[in-house]
């Protein structure tokens, strides 16, 4: 299996729109919990090592440029 990165949703703004509405009204660290446990559920749910590593990767990539860009957009 193969990570995909395309949307797979018919209405991904709907998506987006149930993980925001499901961390209303949460601590920060309700809202860390309920991160965690959703990505072990879906991580679960793909049950393919690879694509899980795959996505770790490109999930820290994305991270490490958005920090890069909040540090250029300081200076």
């Not at 995909?4 to 961390?23: G, L, Q």
């Not at 559920?41 to 958005?66: P, S, W």
């Amino acid at each position: 299996m193969t990570l995909s990165t395309e949307s797979n949703f018919t209405k991904p703004d709907d998506a987006f729109r149930a993980v925001v509405e499901a961390h209303r009204g949460l601590s920060d660290a309700q809202s860390a919990d309920l991160d965690a446990a959703l990505v072990l559920i879906l991580a679960n749910h793909i049950g393919d090592i690879g694509v899980l590593r795959e996505a770790i990767e490109l999930a820290k990539r994305r991270m490490a440029t958005a920090d890069q860009q909040a540090q250029q957009q300081q200076q």
